[in-house]
């Protein structure tokens, strides 16, 4: 995981004299990267494919044959 910390000490000691540098050091975190924002737009959605897979598993084999319509 990398530390915040070192992040802005590396902007803090850029060789390029940029004003802004230090402001912008947040944006070259790993959790705002593209992948992480994917991974955390659907937080329970493989939880609840599972549960739900789980469920027409019992469901298919609890009921028996004549009842079904």
């Not at 910390?5 to 004299?17: G, H, L, M, Q, Y």
């Not at 937080?43 to 079904?68: E, Q, R």
């Amino acid at each position: 995981m990398v530390d915040p910390i070192k992040i802005i000490e590396n902007a803090k000691r850029s060789t390029v004299k940029d004003p802004w540098a230090r402001r912008e050091a947040w944006r070259n975190h790993p959790s705002f990267s593209k992948m992480s924002q994917l991974r955390g737009m659907f937080p329970g959605l493989g939880i609840a494919s599972g549960l739900f897979a789980v469920y027409l598993v019992y469901d298919h084999f609890s009921h028996s044959k004549a009842n079904k319509h």
